[in-house]
């Protein structure tokens, strides 16, 4: 039974982590601008958010939920608003002067750790997410059986972690095989990607909203 909701959640996390999103690009960057501890520990701040959500969505805090729903316009504005500036961010880079940089300064791990799960963390809307998963499985989470729900939790983030681990360590081994042109030419497509979904987002909001 405890493998049983340990895979269950494995399976959950590795679900919701596999679609590359804005995030995903950004753990692609660092992995091929930094290193590979760089973007794998940003694939952790992004796993962290979701098993916070989860637990959340799974213990079903209705005070929580409602007031997300209360300011969801608020959160949505700020998340592309993040999300723009993180995509004008990653287009204006110079990915030869980045990467003379860690070269000299070495790398902050921390902050790489603590920008992704705060860029995860202003997506609120994740934890209706998983409401529909938990659902979907007929899994519910329980303070008398606070044990069986940490297996579960602790298995989205285990799935998780293992999709950025795989993720960041093959951008990883094909990044030497790129040259500084290429990798040039990466960040722009990428920022450009980032920007448009974003302004997407913010298009889609707008247009509910009238």
């Not at 405890?2 to 992995?31: D, N």
């Not at 040259?179 to 920022?191: P, Q, R």
Request: charged content about 10%; aromatic content about 16%.
């Amino acid at each position: 039974m405890s493998f049983k909701l340990l895979w269950e959640g494995f399976v959950i996390g590795t679900a919701v982590s596999v679609p590359l999103g804005p995030l995903g690009m950004l753990c692609i960057r660092r992995t091929v601008n930094k290193n590979w501890k760089s973007g794998f520990l940003s694939g952790l701040g992004i796993a962290s958010s979701d098993a916070i959500y989860a637990i959340i969505a799974g213990f079903s805090l209705t005070i929580i939920i409602d007031f997300i729903n209360q300011y969801e316009l608020y959160f949505k504005i700020l998340g592309a608003s993040m999300v723009f500036l993180l995509g004008l961010y990653i287009f204006l880079s110079n990915p030869a002067k980045e990467i003379q940089k860690y070269k000299q300064k070495g790398n902050s791990y921390l902050q790489d750790f603590i920008t992704a799960f705060l860029l995860t963390f202003t997506n609120p809307l994740s934890v209706f997410v998983f409401i529909a998963i938990f659902t979907s499985y007929s899994l519910v989470l329980k303070l008398s059986h606070l044990f069986e729900a940490m297996l579960v939790v602790g298995g989205i983030f285990m799935g998780g972690a293992m999709w950025w681990f795989i993720l960041t360590g093959l951008a990883y081994l094909f990044k030497h095989k790129l040259s500084i042109d290429t990798i040039w030419w990466a960040n722009k497509i990428i920022g450009l990607v980032v920007v448009v979904i974003s302004i997407s987002l913010f298009l889609l909001l707008v247009l509910n909203e009238i």
